[in-house]
């Protein structure tokens, strides 16, 4: 790698500023709903409490616009303490005299959590400021937070112009394992493509055509290109201001001789609902009925080119798998990745927020090559940009 890791800095009985990407999804009762950027991060946490560190962690929760109580990072701290089996104290500020205190009292294995660093408004206004006031509190600085290393804030970006910066092993995981299908993904390489919106997924979109040989689009987006191409697709989701968009890619990828398969049949109910009824449909979805996953011989098609390929990228899943009902065809596709890499050696890499947690929830994440922990960052290393936390991160 060309930027400095934590495996090449000394991090014993020194003071290491850790940005950490602890923004996990809270439920009902406020304590963390789902672990996973939290266990992504222990590596990280215990190479340098083996080698005698003192830690002090920095995150973002949520979106707050200065103080919000219910996104205090209380329940963050419980979690992690449990995974880590160690006391983790957590302030009540990030920055300022109970900060500095805490800090100046720490001994070598403690680890303190900085409280959430949005309450801040120098975090994402990147006030050199702010960031200079982060940086005394440490020695050296960590980068572990690749989901958050697309923004330029100031735990992100500001910290590296006064300490030595490095990645983690997260991000360094990230970077190397999303790295090799940007740089050199070895042929058929084979894109899946799912979720919500086609608004979402254009640059991204955009950008995959010159790379893959097959785009395989499936989920909530795959219904503005079937609009774009006349059918009739009942009360599916449309994103109606992007039919053009989805026709001019489906002209660039004819164009480009990249092969884009649409469902073309799919999974509908009547409402999106437990309750709701459901029934298979082929080609044109009637009224009344919403298109909620890919299926049977959509899936067939998918597995067919997922079995043949030896690079695979997976963003979005191909059905409202939140929903148990709707869930067959997005865990049929992780099934069929995790076939590859067994059977064939494909390199798989699996990104974005909710298709991670569709494979962890479906068992499968170990048999990825790689889980990304990313979301919006995930994409917009696809799309062959300088994300800005890396970019900052000291070159070796
Ligand atoms: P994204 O964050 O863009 O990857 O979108 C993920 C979301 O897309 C999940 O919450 C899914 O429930 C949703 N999704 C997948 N398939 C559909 C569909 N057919 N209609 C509406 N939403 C969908």
Known sequence: MAKLT????????KRVLVRVDYNCPLDDAGKV?????????????????DNKGKIILMTHLGRPKGVDEKLRLDPIAQRLEQLIERPVKKLNDCVGPEVDKAVNKMKEGEILLLENLRFNPGEEANEDAFARKLAILGEVYVNDAFGASHRAHASVVGLGKYLKAAAGACMKKEIEGLGKLVESP???FVVILGGAKVSDKITVLDSLLGRAATLLIGGGMAYTFLKAKGQAIGGSKLEADHIGTAHAILEKAAKMGVEVVLPIDHLVADKIDPKARIRIETGAISDGWIGVDIGPKTLQAFEQKIAGAKSILWNGPVGIFENPKFAMGSQAVAKAIAKAVA??????VVGGGDTAAAVYKFGLAEQMSHVSTGGG???EFFEGKDLPGVAALTNR
């Open 6 to 13: 934590i495996h090449d800095m000394k991090v014993s009985g």
């Open 33 to 49: 709903a789902d672990d996973s950027r939290i266990r992504a991060t222990l590596p990280t946490l215990r190479h340098i409490l």
């Open 186 to 188: 070895e042929k058929p």
């Open 343 to 348: 059977v064939n050696k494909a390199f798989a």
């Open 377 to 379: 960052a995930t994409l």
